[in-house]
């Protein structure tokens, strides 16, 4: 007959020098052990009684985290012996791995009153992420629902999505000219929404697919290799010196590109939605879609000169959004079919100017730092001026373009 009681396995120290609480369960004179998401010192256990020692201390603070763990730990008793009953009265084989999933079951019950459906937990998340004006999160993940339903059309449970799922899923991405970036940006979608419904107790987490480790048998999301994102000097030289007169259909978009990079690598929608009333004293001032921060950059003679080109009667400095959009999504979906246009513009201009490399609007971020760091600029200054928390931040990110800040300080000591 199958026995099981917890016990502070003394056997195994952890790094911090407790010990785990282990459940211990014997049948048949073998032995599985495992963790229960607790760990003491030996000194807060009695061993002789087998459960946690009461405090000497008459701290508040320390008499309620021992109620509140003595409770946990009977808790945890009681269900082992419920476990081991239910296993006794309805006659089903008992296996370590059957006893396991049925204590997790009753030790950490799951809200069995809603829909275990991925496409309506889809739906709700949704509509959470529009209220609150995250746009687009909310459209990244619709897209990832509507690519899950062209490969499986009806209901799907979140315990179907399991690893094999996942690599047929993949496999079907693949098939319809899916990439490893888009491919990722799907898997990290979906991983996502199963670690939001083990947070809401409406997924089991012993069913995650996901690898957390390179050695399990889990799905792994593949990996995207990074590109530079900011030109050479002598390609950023070429692509300024761009003719637009003589290509006027990309005029509009080449000036676009200078003010995003005379403007600190502007992100395109912050772009979209200055006014008129963003330009105060001398200055352009507008806070960050992406981060809320506040930015405030000199109106400089430059900007005037491409401001001259739009002039126009409507409150938006550029011609992408109108009084027309109004809502959010009229916004992100207008920005987005401006910013796809000017992109491909970018790829025009590259190509004429023999530039073998993609050019985005993000590219400018980018080369706003590049451009500063290799004129001599510090890592603190361009820190400062992209409003990032840290020089760390800042340090990563040039790391992105190629630039090696461990290297350089080893090569300083020589």
């Given at each position: ?16 020098g407790k010990?785990p609480?282990?459940?211990?369960v014997?049948?048949?004179s073998k ?7 607790l760990k ?11 459960k ?8 508040h603070a ?8 003595s409770i946990k730990?009977n808790?945890?008793n ?7 009953e239910?296993?006794r009265s309805?006659?089903k084989?008992f ?13 950490d019950?799951?809200?069995?009153s ?7 937990y ?7 992420m ?8 909310a459209t990244?993940?619709?897209e990832?629902?509507k690519?899950l339903?062209k ?7 979140f315990y179907?999505i399991?690893p ?13 000219n899916?990439?490893?970036g888009?491919i990722?940006?799907r ?5 996502a ?7 809401e107790k ?5 069913y ?7 050695r399990?048998k889990?799905?792994q999301?593949?990996k ?17 010196s761009?003719d637009?007169n003589?290509?006027?259909?990309l005029?509009?978009?080449?000036l676009?590109a200078?003010?995003?990079?005379f403007t ?5 929608i912050?772009l ?8 105060i004293?001398?200055?352009i001032v507008y806070k960050?879609?992406k ?11 430059r900007?005037?000169t491409i ?6 009667d409507?409150?938006y400095?550029?011609?992408i959004?109108s009084?027309?959009h ?21 790829r025009?201009?590259?190509?004429i100017?023999?530039i ?10 980018h080369q706003?730092?590049?451009i500063?760091?290799q004129?001599g600029?510090s ?22 373009l190629g630039?090696d ?7 300083e000591?020589?």
């Open positions: 007959m199958p026995t099981a009681k917890t016990i502070l396995y003394k056997q195994k120290t952890l790094s911090d010990h609480l282990m459940l211990v014997v049948n048949d032995v599985s052990r495992f963790s229960l998401g003491f010192n030996a000194s807060e256990w009695s061993f002789e009684q087998n946690l020692k009461r405090p000497r201390s008459k701290d320390t008499l309620s985290r021992f109620k509140d763990l730990i808790a945890i009681e269900t082992a012996e419920s476990v081991l239910y296993f309805s006659n084989p296996t370590f791995k059957s006893y396991k999933e049925e204590f997790n079951k009753r030790l019950p799951i809200d069995n809603q829909s275990d459906d991925i496409y309506t889809y739906d709700k998340l949704i509509a959470e529009k209220k609150d004006n995250r746009i687009g999160t990244s993940y619709t990832t629902k690519a339903q490969f499986h059309s009806a209901n799907l449970s179907e399991d094999d799922f996942l690599k047929r899923f993949e496999r079907h991405l693949r098939a319809n899916g990439t490893n888009g990722s940006v898997m990290r979608n979906i991983r929404v199963l670690n939001s419904a083990i947070a409406l997924y089991r987490k012993e995650y697919p996901f690898s957390k480790h390179k399990d889990l799905y999301i593949p995207t290799t990074k590109n530079p994102k900011a030109l050479s000097l002598e390609d950023f030289d070429r692509f300024m761009f637009s003589e290509h006027p259909h005029q509009k978009d080449f676009l200078q003010w995003i990079y600190r690598g502007i992100n395109f912050d979209a939605k200055l006014k008129q009333s963003n330009i004293n001398g200055r960050r879609s981060t809320g921060k506040n930015e405030n950059i000199k109106f400089t003679d900007h005037k401001l001259s080109y739009f002039a126009g409507g409150p400095l550029f011609p959004l009084e027309f109004q809502t959010e999504d009229q916004i992100k979906n207008r920005v987005k079919k401006c910013r796809t246009k000017f992109n491909k513009s970018m025009e201009i590259a190509t100017q023999g073998d490399q993609n050019i985005t609007s993000y590219t400018f971020r706003y730092a590049s500063l760091l004129k600029a890592i603190d200054q361009i820190s400062r001026n992209m409003n990032h928390d840290n020089t760390k931040v800042t340090e990563n990110y040039l790391k992105d630039f800040f461990e290297g350089d300080k080893l090569d000591m020589l």
